[in-house]
């Protein structure tokens, strides 16, 4: 049987891509934010999943205004690094899992979550820079991924606690495929960060510590903060952080922190990291 | 009844909604069309005319023109489509948001290795 056996949680900012694509992460500015992922590096290679379940938000790249899917997944054999302007990022293709992406699509529909179904998508920095950051800058990816977009763009996106439950589901969906895998799921995006008005440059220190200490002992309570208080709070590009809810969800009620990290600046945004696993 | 909107209330923030998606529609198609190459290069060779091949509000074509976010923002832009005119410049999102609060780059960029803007600050 398939089964959740980590979850995985990070920014996931373009200018950290450009960065390690442009060779700058021992640069004074970059290196104490890379830093926090030198435990996590060897982490993943002692823990290597066979598949990545990555919640992420498309930053219009794969949809746009003509078509703005609330929940979507990515059941294709393969997805292409994006254009989002300057050309694609020099990373390797993302390889899928068709068979186990379109059984999580089965299952988590018929449990009242209505996904968007899709098989041709190219994937931007919201997905490629999370695994360039957990696994550098390898000739192939070391495992399949699920690409698993929700809209945070065009508000308002789903609720924390829609997200919350989507985890859980999505949690006996992946333990009700036959095939013996291991799968971590990874919520991205986030921490606080505001990057339009006169208001851009926002950083909430203590937003962002007490989310992921709520995120990991109490994320029920977590997953009723309204969206108001993270637009407020933790900036107009904060309330991302939802996304870090369905990972959460599909963890069981008590986990263990094996890594916790936080770094202000990335760029614009507070970068934050956390790996969780089950406690038994 | 109308929906309540209590985001309406929050200083410096734009929050894009279907009513603001709604005016953006043609500038955000506009945006998404320069992630190819050839249109890029059609684009910079002549903003103006590339710009008139789209049905854009005229405030909307002179805040594109001007580079100026706030404005695009305003009239219904979000910042993940508006990134593509800045990633075509050559310009990175830090670049685009500085230009956003009246601050330099470099005071900005400052700012954000002192810890950010502080949550309770008057933007």
Redesign the interface.
Known sequence: MARVTAGVTTSHVPAIGAAIDLGKTQEPYWAPAFAGYEFSRRWIAANRPDVVFLVYNDHMSAFGPDLTPTFAIGCAPEFAPADEGWGPRPVPTVIGHPELAAHIAQSLIQSDFDLTVVNKMDVDHGLTVPLSLMFGQPERWPCRVIPFPVNVVLYPPPSGMRCWRLGQALRQAIASFDEDLKVQVWGTGGMSHQLQGTRAGLINRDFDQRFMDELIDHPERLAQLPHLDYVRDAGSEGIELVMWLIMRGALGARVRTVHRFYHVPASNTALGHLILEDLP | MALDK??LG?????????EQ?RR??PL??F??S????DN?ARFKANERAYLDEWPMSEEQKQAVLARD??RM?ASGG????L??????D?L???Y???T???MSQEQ?AQ???S?????EAK?
Do not use: E, H
Not at chain 2, 10 to 18: E, H, K, R
Not at chain 2, 34 to 37: P, Y
């Open positions: 209590p985001y929050i200083p410096g923030t734009t929050v894009f909604d279907a998606a953006g529609y955000n198609s945006c998404m320069l992630m190819k190459a890029r976010y706030n923002i979000n910042i993940y489509f990134a593509k005119i800045f990633s075509t050559g990175s999102f830090q685009a948001a500085a956003m609060t009246g900005y700012m954000m290795l810890g950010g803007r502080a949550p933007p």
